[in-house]
């Protein structure tokens, strides 16, 4: 509502303190990602044929398999802070975030089997494009990761699969979808983003992933329910971080 006597406009203040916090969320997640990526991806372009270079999922943060184990929990600790600030943010007096957005249980048994066909509907296809991507020189070799460094490598990058699976699906379907709007500009534009942060990988893949932010954005925009994405998304960075490593020696 518009105050008299050139007093500040209420919906525009709104509007403009949304804008900034959007943005300081993004710096600090997701947005931030995509911006290196993007760097990675010219550096790569300046540097060989992609078809020649690889790129790894979890490379290792010390030489020595402890340290890398102490690095890589403090990952995904601050990682998950970020997770708790944009719910933190959504919170209301009178609604629980977790309620608004979907992250409970209360639905468990179907956000599972939302879950799994999402993984057969994206993992699978992933699959076929990443082999046809590289045929084509359109994406980096990913090296698989070492699972023999210790003990701890497999519970770790499971760890590391459920962060990356609460982190990018509260951020941006959770939290955007819930500040920005239901428009299908801002689902493009999410899934954009998802894509750009992807882009490193090569152009191939960072289309691939822009897909399925389309199609997670969807189903969030129909359910209102971030669980099964979380769920989705995890399992298939289980399988990228533990399945691909195991089943990498015997691909061609």
């Avoid at 939302?114 to 980096?140: D, E, F, H, N």
Wanted: aromatic share 12%; charged share 15%.
């Amino acid at each position: 509502m518009r105050l008299c006597q050139g007093g500040p406009v209420t919906s525009d203040i709104s509007r403009a303190r949304v804008g900034w916090e959007v943005g300081i969320v993004l710096a600090l997640s997701v947005g931030q990602s995509a911006v290196y990526s993007v760097l990675s991806f010219v550096r790569s372009l300046m540097t060989a044929p992609l078809a020649s270079q690889a790129t790894s999922l979890n490379p290792s943060r010390a030489d020595q398999a402890i340290w890398d184990a102490i690095y890589r929990v403090f990952d995904v600790f601050f990682d998950l802070a970020l997770v708790a600030l944009v719910i933190y943010l959504l919170w209301e007096p009178a609604r629980s975030a977790f309620r608004r957005i979907g992250l409970n249980f209360s639905r468990f048994g179907r956000d599972v089997g939302t879950a799994v066909v999402l993984l057969a509907s994206i993992g699978i296809p992933g699959l076929g494009l990443y082999a046809l991507s590289r045929l084509m020189g359109l994406t980096l070799q990913v090296q698989a990761s070492e699972l023999d460094a210790a003990w701890w490598t497999i519970p770790l990058l499971i760890l590391s699969a459920v962060r990356a699976g609460l982190l990018e699906e509260v951020i941006l379907n959770g939290y955007l979808f819930e500040r920005l709007g239901s428009r299908w500009r801002v689902l493009i534009a999410v899934a954009a983003l998802r894509g750009l942060y992807h882009l490193y990988q090569g152009p191939a893949m960072a289309l691939g992933n822009m897909v399925m932010g389309l199609v997670f954005g969807w189903v969030y925009l129909k359910w209102r329910r971030v669980m099964p994405l979380v769920i989705a998304h995890t399992l298939l960075d289980m399988v990228a971080f533990v399945g691909y490593p195991l089943a990498a020696p015997y691909l061609p």
